[in-house]
């Protein structure tokens, strides 16, 4: 029995009509639809009326949900995930999903059946291969950290993603392997954390850290802005510091 597809569909970011019609084509094929959370998936589906089982997939589930997502792909079943916004598998739990499947691929190799098996042509051999294994396929499409970078006026070519900082313990282990990057970090941030993140770079990067923060990327309230550490700090207050924030630091 031939094994299903996984989509890594990308979805808006909060504009619903930056949605490419390929990701609108394969949420309407698929079987299952695994989301971060099925209220912010359920608004866009709505949206465009689309009606599918959903299942609830986010950082927090348990074994058995990514075991049920394989065991439907297994079956012939095709399954996409979707996060809240934009591109899966960049800071979210997409990637233990791909990573399962790709554990399960390699843990189900093609049978031998015998001499026979060996002597067919090798294009039958590739489509049986193909058929053998849960396929995994990109669906292209926004992406917060290309959108940011798009607009910030700070990367040529090289950059690095930060994603999340840890809040707590190895936070200051990560600012001193990142001062030492010869390159734009982009870090994701909540608003509220934001002035503290601030006041960290100021610390580790010094007073010449050049800063551009983009918030709310494609939504009602979307704002960018940018400057030296010192002008961002002493401007914070002017700016509305609600919703989810990319911030790109440049020290050199």
């Known amino acids: 029995m031939d094994k299903g597809t996984l989509y890594i569909v990308a979805t808006p970011i909060g504009n619903l009509g930056d949605i490419t019609l390929r990701a609108l084509e394969v949420l309407k094929s698929v079987d299952i639809i695994a989301c971060e959370d099925t209220r912010v998936s359920g608004v866009l589906l709505k949206h465009y009326g689309i009606k599918k089982p959903l299942v609830s997939f986010?950082?927090?589930?348990?074994?058995?949900?990514?075991?049920?997502?394989?065991?439907?792909?297994?079956?012939?079943?095709?399954?996409?995930?979707?996060?809240?916004?934009?591109?899966?598998?960049?800071?979210?739990?997409?990637?233990?999903?791909?990573?399962?499947?790709r554990e399960n691929n390699h843990c189900h190799p093609e049978r031998n059946e015998g001499s026979s098996r060996m002597q067919q042509d090798s294009s039958s051999a590739s489509r049986r291969t193909q058929n053998d294994v849960i396929k995994i396929v990109p669906i292209p499409g926004p992406s917060a950290v290309t959108a940011a970078v798009s607009v910030s006026g700070m990367v040529e070519k090289d950059f690095y993603f930060a994603g999340f900082l840890p809040k707590k313990k190895g936070r200051q282990t990560g600012f001193k392997k990142l001062v030492k990057l010869n390159v734009p970090i982009v870090i994701y941030e909540s608003a509220l954390r934001l002035e503290r993140t601030l006041n960290d770079?100021?610390?580790?990067?010094?007073?010449?850290?050049?800063?551009?923060?983009?918030?709310?990327?494609?939504?009602?309230?979307?704002?960018?802005?940018?400057?030296?550490?010192?002008?961002?700090?002493?401007?914070?207050?002017?700016?509305?510091?609600?919703?989810?924030?990319?911030?790109?630091?440049?020290?050199?």
Do not use: C
């Open 58 to 101: 986010h950082q927090h589930s348990s074994q058995s949900v990514i075991s049920r997502l394989v065991d439907s792909l297994t079956r012939g079943e095709n399954v996409a995930f979707v996060t809240d916004g934009g591109t899966p598998g960049v800071s979210d739990p997409g990637g233990v999903l791909v990573e399962r499947v």
């Open 201 to 252: 770079i100021k610390a580790y990067f010094g007073e010449t850290a050049k800063i551009f923060i983009a918030r709310e990327i494609t939504k009602m309230f979307e704002e960018y802005w940018s400057g030296n550490i010192n002008s961002i700090l002493k401007d914070l207050k002017s700016h509305q510091l609600k919703g989810e924030i990319v911030l790109i630091v440049r020290n050199r």
